[in-house]
């Protein structure tokens, strides 16, 4: 009895010790299938990294939940919308190549803007990783009916609702063309990104931004509403999120009056009840607009391009920071919480002086944040001529799926047919829309 119950100890000994270097697999499965298969998830990416468990240390530690979930993000179906005007775009582009289309190679990119005299730099886009679609139309005024002048206000947008309603025609346009290239290539896509051709990305996007049954939009800058300078969403989320044009009708018809740009957003996701996320995002707008310096309660302040961030899509220029330390933190009890302020944490933020033009001698300011590989485009952009712009944007109609845009030889004339490139403000009817 004795030598039975001693192997029944030795055996139970062995169980437990040969069960201990699994325990590790069997939790990250559990959690795996909670957060792909729950309706709504139980914890997120960073819930994750907070967990301290009492297991035995392995070679498969818990921080790789992460790694794999962003390896599934990566290998999903990913469409990348980029929408705006294209000034400053010598500026911004090689942030979006390197953080947004190099880091999501499989993802397809479409560009829907209208056409200007900046237009001829989007041929830094030629060397994206895939390019499903490119729209650069002549803009128009678009008509203005009852339903929209009782929902929308004209007082915050600088060219009253006819700008609203550009803004929301160039973001309801990603949609379409994303649905016709998902029509004629028989397929969904599992995760829409919307963003802006004038920002600037300081960092990577991270791959836990992707939250599966939520929209995931930038912290801070709410303006009464939700901050609509970037978006991510799964499929039905995405659809609703972008259609800012058609769904005006809607948020007349549940009573909605006098909003601006950002509480529109709020009003159609609210009542489309989509679950929406802030998240920190490294990017912030490049803007030419003079703002009142320092910034009032409503006030907007605009970031410098050095601060460490994330800046979460504020308003930003390359200068010398006029307002730093106690001055920001000064600054950040002004402004309004639900309005232009920002999670800004202590020694994030510096501010410029945004109540003139750009200052003189820019260039270095943005070299030195940008470093010299972005210089070397700035400067090249800055010396492109007419027939090497050509070159260039032939080479990539010839990657692109669907190209609906005007002559290749009038986007380049139009930018590049004058004695020097300037860039900066535009001159067509959507400069100065959003």
Known sequence: MRKLMRNSDHYNRAHRILMLPTAPFLLLLFFLVAYYYSPAPLFTISSLKSLRLSLPVTSTPLRSVSSFLAA?????????????GA??????????????LMEYPNADLFLHSPLDKDSFKFF?????????AVR???????????????????????NGIQGLLQ????????????????????????????????????????????????????????????????????RPSSKVALSRLSL???????????????????????????ETREAPLPFCVLSDRRYEFPPGRYGVP?????????????????????????????????VDRGWSWGEWKKGSMELCDASSEWERGWEKYFDEVAGEEAAAVRRGVMGSDWRSCE???????????????????????LGLNRSSVSAGEGTSIMHGVY
């Not at 000034?87 to 979006?96: A, D, V, W």
């Not at 070159?391 to 005007?406: C, L």
Request: charged share 25%.
């Open 72 to 84: 599934d993000v990566r290998a999903s179906k990913i469409a990348i919308c980029l929408v705006g």
């Open 87 to 100: 000034r400053r775009f010598e500026l911004t582009g090689p942030s979006i190549m390197k953080n947004l």
């Open 124 to 132: 830094l886009l030629k060397d994206a990783p895939r390019i499903a």
């Open 136 to 158: 650069i139309f002549e803009p128009g005024l678009i008509s203005e009916n009852e339903s929209q002048l009782r929902v929308l206000r004209f007082r915050d947008s600088p």
């Open 167 to 234: 803004y929301f025609n160039l973001v309801e346009g990603c949609l379409s063309l994303i649905h016709a290239h998902e029509t004629s290539h028989n397929f969904t896509y599992q995760w829409i990104v919307r963003t802006r051709v004038d920002g600037y990305w300081s960092g990577p996007l991270d791959p836990t931004t992707f939250q599966p049954n939520s929209y995931v939009i930038p912290h801070g800058s709410r303006f009464g509403g939700f901050n609509d300078r970037f978006g991510i969403g799964d």
């Open 248 to 274: 005006l009708s809607s948020l007349d018809a549940a009573g909605y009056r006098s909003l601006n740009s950002e509480s529109a957003f709020k009003a159609q996701l609210d009542t489309s009840k989509i």
């Open 302 to 334: 605009v970031a410098s391009m050095g601060s460490k961030g994330p800046l979460s899509g504020a308003k930003c220029r390359p200068c010398a920071a006029a307002c730093v330390g106690k001055c920001v933190e000064e600054v950040e009890k002004v």
């Open 391 to 413: 070159r260039e944007f032939e080479g990539m109609k010839k990657r692109v799926g669907s190209w609906d845009a005007p002559p290749i030889d009038e986007i380049c004339r």
